[in-house]
């Protein structure tokens, strides 16, 4: 089955935007649907939404207004937009990815982000 990597800065000041990539490789079905989740401290797993491989987008309503999802099917990558971060933003981030729109078969290993300056 396909692989996940997630990539980006650990460290992201306050009001700044988080950007994260995910690769993808391996695998011979390719999902439909491609995912950010968050876990934060003490708290449980937190959708943030998803593209679709006709770079359709569908975000989590509390975070809607400062989330963008993109795809570089080329490159085999997603990448997470988060403006105007918080030290609340600071969490685990995972890239998952499924056939079905917010189901998650296959996650990456997830990639620690702190908000703090």
């Known amino acids: 089955q396909v692989q996940l990597q997630e990539s980006g800065p650990g460290l992201v000041k306050p009001s700044q935007t988080l950007s994260l990539t995910c690769t993808a490789s391996?695998?011979?079905?390719?999902?439909?649907?491609w995912s950010w989740i968050r876990q934060s401290p003490g708290k449980g797993l937190e959708w943030i939404g998803y593209?679709?491989?006709?770079?359709?987008?569908y975000y989590s309503p509390s975070l809607k207004s400062r989330t963008s999802i993109s795809r570089d099917a080329s490159k085999n990558q997603f990448t997470l937009q988060l403006s105007s971060v918080t030290p609340e933003d600071t969490a685990v981030y995972y890239c998952?990815?499924?056939?079905?729109?917010?189901?998650?078969?296959?996650w990456g290993q997830g990639t620690q982000v702190t908000v703090s300056s």
């Open positions: 998952a990815a499924d056939l079905y729109p917010k189901a998650f078969g296959v």
């Open positions: 391996g695998g011979s079905i390719t999902p439909n649907y």
């Open positions: 593209i679709d491989n006709v770079a359709g987008t």
